[in-house]
């Protein structure tokens, strides 16, 4: 599976982003998928997770109520609508993919996708 972030930038804090995450390959959309992220020095941490068929649906405590995880319906296309961002959101964005659902770690990642978040 491949997968590829896009979507990232410079906003300013109280803004919005949308990032997006396509995945390729013959099994992708059977997929679990989820968006971590690392800050500079800090380590990765998990953002939000979707299973393959969308019912079930985690979110890291620091994000509940202003990022939403979802799914283009062929379950190829990952999103995470970011809005009301904050200068702690500043972070490099990785989309994962794999056959468990996990808050911790996937099989496949994608490259990553750099969100800053101006004060």
């Known amino acids: 599976v491949q997968l590829q972030a896009s979507g990232g930038g410079l906003v300013q804090a109280g803004g919005s982003l949308r990032l997006s995450c396509a995945a390729s390959?013959?099994?992708?959309?059977?997929?679990?998928m989820a968006w971590f992220r690392q800050a500079p020095g800090k380590e990765r941490e998990f953002v939000a997770a979707?299973?393959?068929?969308?019912?079930?649906?985690s979110y890291a405590e620091s994000v509940k109520g202003r990022f939403t995880i979802s799914r283009d319906n062929a379950g190829n296309i990952l999103y995470l609508q970011m809005n009301s961002l904050k200068p702690e959101d500043t972070a490099v964005y990785y989309c994962?993919?794999?056959?468990?659902?996990?808050?911790?770690?996937?099989?496949?990642w994608g490259q990553g996708t750099q969100v800053t978040v101006s004060s």
């Open positions: 979707m299973s393959r068929s969308g019912g079930i649906i």
């Open positions: 390959g013959p099994t992708s959309s059977t997929y679990n």
């Open positions: 994962s993919a794999g056959p468990t659902y996990s808050t911790r770690q996937y099989d496949f």
